[in-house]
């Protein structure tokens, strides 16, 4: 299974990205999908959640208020607004193991390449 994330890029601080995860969509059907993050000498970071049926997204406190998450067959998206500095990362989507999405990445069994974001100050 091959996700592919797509999106990222560099920008200033307090702009906007949005960050795409395609797969097939006999992968993204009935699974939770999520978004993490891991920056240069940091753990992975949990970023972002959605159910399989795009119910109850869940959000990092970090990311709270400025990020969303969205879904449709095909796609999860992550809306980033606000950036700074603190944002940057390599950001990757995650297919998880059931339809119920986690903080906890070990419950995602797919991966995608991931994709790079830097915030300039």
């Known amino acids: 299974v091959q996700l592919q994330a797509s999106g990222g890029g560099l920008v200033e601080t307090g702009g906007s990205l949005k960050l795409s995860c395609a797969t097939s969509?006999?992968?993204?059907?009935?699974?939770?999908v999520g978004w993490f993050r891991q920056a240069p000498g940091k753990e992975r970071e949990f970023v972002a959640h959605?159910?399989?049926?795009?119910?109850g997204p869940s959000y990092a406190d970090s990311v709270k208020g400025r990020f969303t998450i969205s879904r449709d067959n095909a796609k999860v998206y992550l809306q980033m607004n606000s950036l700074n500095p603190e944002d940057t990362a390599v950001y990757y989507c995650?297919?998880?193991?059931?339809?119920?999405?986690?903080?906890?990445?070990?419950?995602?069994?797919?991966w995608g390449q991931g994709t790079l974001v830097t915030v300039s100050s």
């Open positions: 995650a297919v998880g193991r059931s339809s119920i999405g986690s903080t906890d990445y070990t419950q995602y069994q797919y």
């Open positions: 959605i159910s399989w049926r795009g119910h």
């Open positions: 969509k006999r992968t993204f059907s009935n699974n939770a």
